[in-house]
């Protein structure tokens, strides 16, 4: 029943901005820390941005900081990142976990930064 689902990507041009939004559901979202993780074919996942249940601590990957902007609405059982001033680097599958003492994955959006 637990349920983690994207939305929000597509194609954008260099120096664009997408926002993905992925709702919860099947799980007690408010007690569930949130990140936003990223795979690029041939590359490892990577943490792009985290943010604790009740959103008091945030961090993010170098590689995003000042760009991105991770966010949630506990009541909407939603978290959402900001992607601005997106580079062709930023091109990847982005995926939503969910993580307490069990861990939940959506099934990824793909976000594709070309000219």
Known sequence: QARLVESGGGL???GGSLRLSCVA????????AMSWHRQAPGK???LVAFISSDGGYINYAESVKGRFTISRDNRKNT????MNSLKS???AVYYCNAK????YWGQ????????
Not at 79 to 82: H, T
Not at 108 to 115: I, L
Request: net charge negative; aromatic share 12%.
């Open 12 to 14: 954008v041009q260099p």
């Open 25 to 32: 559901s099947g799980f007690t979202f408010g007690i569930y």
């Open 44 to 46: 490892e996942r990577e």
């Open 79 to 82: 978290v959402y990142l900001q």
């Open 89 to 91: 680097e930023d091109t």
């Open 100 to 103: 307490r003492d069990l861990e």
């Open 108 to 115: 990824g959006t793909q976000v594709t930064v070309s000219s």
